[in-house]
């Protein structure tokens, strides 16, 4: 597999740089591949421990330990993928990706963090909006290992052929099938600035309890999806229409004395969090185009938020 990075020479640990630099490209491939940092973290480790396990003799007789390491990732990946269908089936209420803070807003010092801060190995794209990861999560799994290696992180067919363990023009097919389920972009799609100023509109609306001024910003089919995971309340199934979302937004306490929404960066794009007493309790990623809000996703589970918790 073609990969950028190759071991140095005379060194202790020949392998040492080159594996350790392959740690950012890890984490970001597998977080895309899940949806959840802990769990990308987990599979880091555990490629790591793999490697580490070799003899060095086995060791020195990979030409590409960067190549070696993306291989055992997308495939510890693709098991948990599958088994994580089962799990999804177990779940309380909507299961929705783990958000991401922009790097400047990370609370670092969290209980178990990396000396290295996971916020500087996860690049904040497209790839990673919430929008995008929700339709990942329709995909098969040999679907969006796929798409993810080819379309994403440029992987020619042949080599994820290897990974997948089918032949180049299957996965071709994969990824094209992956394709087709991703909305085309639309033509008058929002701008960052515009985005902002929605969820900024979204907030101030909520905080007011303006009904009319909520359902203003809202598609008409617009849908409000929570995930509690069965820790917290959370509605446990989407709500769907413009009304029905405003009404429901606005039932629920965002103006309350207690409770700060805060703008802020969800994977990449404008979005708000919750916060009692200082603590998040829950981060919202919304998906505006065309200057109204289609989906809003809101991340309750406490067990997703560690990210935007102080230890």
Known sequence: ?????????????????????????????????????????????????????????????????????????????????????????????????????????????????????????????????MAFLVILEAMTPAERVAFILHDVFRYPFAEVAEIVGRTPAACRQLASSARRRIRAPQPDAASAAQRADIVRAFKQAWEAKDIDALIGLLAPDATATGDGGGLVTAALHPVEGAEQVARFFADRPGGAPDMTLLECTVNGQPGLVAQLDGATVSVMAFDVTGNRIHHIWAVLNPDKLCSWTTG
């Open 1 to 129: 597999m073609t990969n950028p990075s190759e071991p140095g020479h005379g060194q202790p640990d020949p392998g040492l740089s080159a594996i350790m630099s392959e740690r950012r490209q890890l984490t970001n491939l597998a977080y895309r591949l899940l949806g959840s940092l802990a769990d990308a973290e987990d599979v880091v480790q555990e490629t790591y421990t793999r490697w580490y396990a070799m003899s060095a003799q086995q060791q020195e007789a990979i030409s590409s330990p960067g190549a070696w390491l993306t291989t055992v990732a997308s495939r510890i990946c693709l098991d948990l993928l599958g088994s994580a269908r089962a799990r999804r089936e177990r779940y309380v209420g909507e299961w929705i990706p783990e958000p991401l803070p922009d790097r400047t807003e990370w609370i670092s010092g969290r209980p178990g963090a990396d000396i290295v801060d996971p916020a500087d190995r996860v690049t904040l794209d497209e790839s990673v909006s």
